[in-house]
């Protein structure tokens, strides 16, 4: 009885294993313990897609995000607090810390309350700028809900985007309209390729210091689409970390909540809870996970126009070419998608290639699809290596936005032609004029020795006069 008790036991830890394809601790700071409740469709809908939620204060001493060099944590969702600190445990350095150590953090703010400085601090390190630190509130005397906001303009009604980028896959795709209550503007550097925008505010937004009443519009800090509502950074190690404008947006009020925007007359039920799990699958890497399955590289003298077989022509994955010899390489790539993991496909007018670099790239050549399986695109070209015996890499470096970072780099030594390895000389046609020579010289000096030995010896002149 106690066995089939451990089975049962383990099918349901089973049934309820994380989505997440890094892991499913998940910690949730939150300063005021009675403003948990305002979240309660969020953390259920979280706990239904597996993750284990700890609520802790950042006031608690006893919070560590590591413990003997690991983490405790594998995300973090971080609320705004009411004071200014968040302890020692959440520090900048901590923090970032955390993301070196693959963990992922999602930020949610207020345009309507002061940042707290660690936070702040945080996002100055990735170049990510608050409109301003004590009240950054956006507002758009054009786009917002008429029925919460008639006067203060400060609930933003922003259709929902279509796909994070347009030649990307619709990660974030459908219809209606999101609600952002009091969001608090960002601006992104232009130095680091490690930021990207998720919404953008419209060109008719403008973000100000609630706190500075005799702040101007013109003397706004940033204006329009220079506005970031919700941004992403995703660092080297393919950590993220996503800044959510609104946190208000992730109440339970608001994932249902009747809108009418201020140049329509029809009201409309909003898409906060969508794009809510939306926001969070990407950011707790439950979507956007691109994943390098088996790579193969072999002997081969035509171009690929079928899956690579699993023995090639002649050896796998050798450590030794020749020059010259003509090499097919392969590469087999899947995409996680909440709960499994999918065949990867390339967005539109994308390319991944492949390079064949020493010092610095010989080849540089696009991968095409070629074969897929249950769970992975394979995709593979065929090129002839360069004249030039060395040490060559063999490198697919894929670096997106939204997805994380492939990066397959395959050493092989390439040598010389053997002494018994080049062609015979009747192969060359260049050198048949040579050969022609020599043997026409050749055959000259045979036919004269013929004619020298064969030919009868002059009469004296002795022999003539008798």
Known sequence: MRWLFSLLLLGLLGAVSAVSSAGNRLLVVLEEAAEKDLFSTLWSDLEGRGYSISFESPKNDKLSLFKLGARVYDHILILPPKSKGLGPSLSP?????FINSDGNILVALSGAASTPTAINSLLLELDITLSSDRAPLVVDHFNYDSLSAPENHDVLLMPRPASLRDDLKNYFSGDGLIALPR???????????????ILRAPPTAYSYDTKDD???VDESFATGSQISLVSAVQARNSARLTVLGSVESLQDKWFDAKVKAAVDSKQAKTVNRDFAKQITAWAFKETGVVKAGRVEHYLSEDVVESAAPSNGSGKLNPSMYRIKNDVTFSIELSEYSYDKYIPFELPTADALQLECTMLSPFHRLDLLPVAKTANSTIYATSFTLPDQHGIFALRVNYKRPFLTNVDEKHQVTVRHFAHDEWPRSWRISGGWPWIAGL??????????????????????????SN
Do not use: C, D, R
């Open 93 to 97: 350095k901590t923090l970032l810390e």
């Open 439 to 464: 043997w026409s010289v050749i055959g000259g000096f045979l036919a004269f020795v013929v004619v020298w030995l064969y030919s009868a010896p002059p009469v004296s002149a002795a022999k003539k």
């Open 183 to 197: 969001s608090a503007g960002q601006v992104l550097g232009n130095a680091s390729p490690l930021l990207a925008p």
């Open 214 to 216: 005799t702040q101007a």
